[in-house]
């Protein structure tokens, strides 16, 4: 089966095109980085041609769910949902953090390594795993930690990885999801969604605030 897999979640965004089933391979891959305004059809062409493929050979799509950007993570689950409602394409939701694990792995990160993406507010979302040769494992699930516990962690030597790592330390390692890792990570599962369920990672409660009653001009 040949899926898209579109990772948003940061700065530095990407789709890639990848052949899923027995043997699985990556097909090719375009990415731009350091904006916040993503030229989805534009990538999408470009990893079409240079596979040589054509978007009717599109059977399936996965998506990164953050957390991170929330504006990047919802341009590419409407892109998703538009596509599945018009050609009835598969879709799969993958979390971004697991993506970046696997990224770190690639890199040759091995042990107990912590995913950090800033959460906006002095806080960052954390989940640390156990990073071997044959897999990642979670060992601390995601949540959401403030910046002093990251400080910390790093004066006790452990390593953090993420999008905005080096705002911590510059001991820390810099590293983007990709959408390459969600291609991997899409490798044998077979839960796809319906577009409507799929939804961006987010551990905040969501809150509202009351708008005042408008103001009367006499």
């Known amino acids: 089966m040949k899926i898209l897999a579109f990772e948003f979640s940061s700065d530095h965004r990407s789709v890639a095109l990848a ?9 090719s891959e375009a990415a731009v980085g350091g904006i ?23 059977e399936g799509m ?6 991170g950007s929330y504006t990047g993570i919802r341009i590419a689950i409407a892109t998703a949902q538009g596509w599945q409602l018009a050609c009835g394409v598969k879709l799969l939701g993958v979390s971004s953090v697991a ?10 990160l091995r042990g107990h390594v912590g995913v950090a993406i800033d959460a906006q507010r002095d806080e960052f979302y954390l989940a640390n795993y156990d990073l071997t040769e044959d897999g990642a494992r979670v060992i601390e699930p995601l949540r ?9 962690r790093l004066a006790a030597g452990e390593t ?5 790592a080096t705002q911590f ?19 044998g599962r077979n839960d796809f969604v319906d577009g409507e369920t799929l939804a961006p990672v987010y551990l905040r409660e969501v809150s509202f605030v009351k708008a005042p009653p408008p103001r009367i001009v006499p």
């Open 19 to 27: 052949e899923v089933g027995a043997t699985s391979q990556i097909l």
């Open 36 to 58: 916040r305004s993503t030229p989805v059809l534009t990538l999408v062409d470009d990893v079409l041609r240079q596979a040589n493929e054509t978007r009717d050979a599109i």
């Open 62 to 67: 996965v998506i990164g769910l953050g957390p």
């Open 99 to 108: 993506a970046l694990a696997e990224r770190a792995r690639d890199e040759g």
């Open 144 to 152: 959401l930690v403030s910046r002093s516990e990251i400080e910390r």
């Open 160 to 164: 953090i990885v993420g999008p905005e």
């Open 169 to 187: 330390s510059p001991q820390a390692r810099l590293l983007f999801p990709r959408a390459t890792d969600l291609a991997k990570l899409a490798v």
